[in-house]
C-alpha cells in the first residue's frame, strides 16, 4: 500500500487519546515517529479540534483538553489545516454524491483531498471505503480526485506505521 499522506479523522485522534488497546499504542507509534519528521505525513483540520474537545469539557477532565490542545498546535506529530470556503463548497458537493456522510464528515473529506491525500484514516462506517469527487461547474472541472478510506485495525495500522511516506 502506498500511501501518500494520511487525513486523521477525529474518532482516529479520540482513539489515540482515550484508547487503551493495541489500536493506540501503534497510533501512539505512529505519531511518535513523526515527530521528528521535517515534511508532515499526517495531516487533520481545525475542525478536529471541536470533535475532540467534546468529551474532556463535559468530563472536565482538563489533562486530556491540555492534550488535545497541545496536538492541535503547529509543528506537532502532524499538519493542521485550516477550514476554507473551497472546502465548503466541496464537502457540500460530496454530501450530494454520497448520501449516508454527515456533514463534518464531509469537511473532513474535502480537507483531506485539499491537503493532497491518498488516504483518510476512519472508524466511521458510514464513510464509504473509497471517495471519489468529480464535479463540474460552469465550464470548470474539479477532479476525479479520489480518497481511500481505512479502518483502524491492528493490521493496517501495522502497515502504515511500518511503511515509509511516499510524500512528494
Same mark, same amino acid.
Given at each position: 500500500?502506498?500511501?501518500?499522506?494520511?487525513? &486523521?479523522? *477525529?474518532?482516529?485522534?479520540?482513539?489515540? #487519546?482515550? #484508547?487503551?488497546?493495541?489500536? =493506540? @499504542?501503534?497510533?501512539?507509534?505512529? =505519531?511518535? #515517529?513523526?515527530?521528528?519528521? @521535517?515534511?508532515? $505525513?499526517?495531516?487533520?483540520?481545525?475542525?478536529?479540534? *471541536?470533535?475532540?474537545?467534546?468529551?474532556?469539557?463535559?468530563?472536565?477532565?482538563?489533562?486530556?483538553?491540555?492534550?488535545?490542545? +497541545?496536538?492541535?498546535?503547529?509543528?506537532? $506529530?502532524?499538519?493542521? #489545516?485550516?477550514?476554507?470556503? @473551497?472546502?465548503?463548497?466541496? =464537502?457540500?458537493?460530496?454530501?450530494?454524491?454520497?448520501?449516508?456522510?454527515?456533514?463534518?464528515? =464531509?469537511?473532513?473529506? +474535502?480537507?483531506?483531498?485539499?491537503?493532497?491525500?491518498?488516504? $483518510?484514516?476512519?472508524?466511521?462506517?458510514?464513510?464509504?471505503?473509497?471517495?471519489?469527487? $468529480?464535479?463540474?461547474?460552469?465550464?470548470?472541472?474539479?477532479?476525479?480526485?479520489?480518497?481511500?478510506?481505512?479502518?483502524?485495525?491492528?493490521?493496517? &495500522?501495522?502497515?502504515?506505521?511500518? @511503511?515509509?511516506?511516499?510524500?512528494?
Amino acid at each position: 500500500m502506498e500511501i501518500k499522506r494520511l487525513y &486523521l479523522d *477525529a474518532n482516529i485522534l479520540i482513539l489515540l #487519546g482515550e #484508547g487503551k488497546d493495541e489500536r =493506540a @499504542s501503534l497510533l501512539t507509534e505512529l =505519531a511518535v #515517529g513523526q515527530e521528528t519528521s @521535517s515534511t508532515p $505525513f499526517l495531516c487533520t483540520s481545525e475542525l478536529t479540534l *471541536a470533535e475532540l474537545l467534546v468529551k474532556p469539557y463535559r468530563e472536565q477532565d482538563d489533562r486530556l483538553i491540555q492534550q488535545y490542545e +497541545s496536538w492541535m498546535t503547529p509543528g506537532g $506529530f502532524m499538519e493542521i #489545516g485550516p477550514v476554507h470556503s @473551497s472546502a465548503l463548497r466541496y =464537502a457540500a458537493v460530496l454530501r450530494s454524491q454520497y448520501g449516508s456522510i454527515k456533514l463534518p464528515d =464531509a469537511i473532513h473529506l +474535502s480537507t483531506a483531498i485539499g491537503f493532497g491525500c491518498s488516504h $483518510f484514516l476512519s472508524g466511521d462506517t458510514r464513510i464509504p471505503d473509497r471517495i471519489e469527487l $468529480f464535479h463540474t461547474r460552469w465550464g470548470l472541472t474539479r477532479g476525479p480526485s479520489i480518497l481511500d478510506v481505512l479502518r483502524p485495525d491492528p493490521d493496517v &495500522l501495522r502497515t502504515i506505521t511500518r @511503511s515509509e511516506p511516499q510524500i512528494d
